[in-house]
């Protein structure tokens, strides 16, 4: 009976180690600071890394969207960013913002604290006709914008143009910088 509770117990402690594991990953299943090398064993090295641009990026899917995953490293090659950028290539252009207010939905309910998305009008010409404002992000009229961070991370989901008038729309995972270490990289 005894050995019973004991058997029970250790599961319960190893189940909420792996629960505790599973949610204490930055992003996918990786964290700040892994190295190019473990980042790449975490998906059993089937993933393209560019060593010289500090990289990795593979085709992958996100809520059905067919998107480009990416890990970015830093100079002391230690993962610092992270996200996803959609490789749609729509001729309606409001189905942009379709997809944008699709996956935005996901993140709120995942973030219920986190801010409102915003709208941001660089030149209000189809602010009123909403059936353009495909064209307006296209255009560099009209970004959508959403952001939360949490105490290990930096979130940003954006719907905008690339100057090129095509329109890219990104979600960055980024590393948040501890102040003490922005205070020492001051004084160098």
Do not use: C
């Not at 949610?23 to 299943?29: E, L, M, P, V, W």
């Not at 010409?125 to 959403?146: C, M, S, T």
């Not at 100057?163 to 948040?176: D, M, P």
């Amino acid at each position: 009976m005894r050995f019973d509770n004991l058997t029970k117990t250790i599961s319960l402690i190893t189940l909420s180690f792996v629960a505790f594991t599973a949610q204490a990953a930055d992003f996918r299943k990786a964290n700040w600071g892994m190295t190019m090398a473990e980042v790449k064993n975490l998906h059993q090295g089937e993933i393209p890394a560019n060593q010289r641009q500090a990289m990795i990026n593979y085709d992958g899917k996100l809520a059905g969207l067919d998107v480009l995953i990416f890990y970015r490293f830093d100079g002391l090659g230690e993962l610092f960013q992270a996200g996803y950028e959609s490789n749609a290539d729509h001729s309606d252009r409001n189905r942009y913002i379709d997809e944008y207010n699709q996956l935005n939905s996901l993140l709120r309910k995942r973030y219920p604290e986190s801010e409102t998305p915003m709208q941001v009008w660089n030149n209000r010409l189809f602010e009123n006709k909403p059936d353009n404002w495909g064209r307006a992000v296209a255009l560099g009229h009209l970004i959508y914008q959403w952001s939360y961070e949490t105490s290990e991370t930096r979130i940003r989901h954006e719907l905008s143009n690339d100057k090129r008038r095509r329109i890219t729309h990104v979600l960055t995972y980024e590393a948040v910088v501890d102040a003490a270490d922005t205070d020492i990289l001051d004084e160098l």
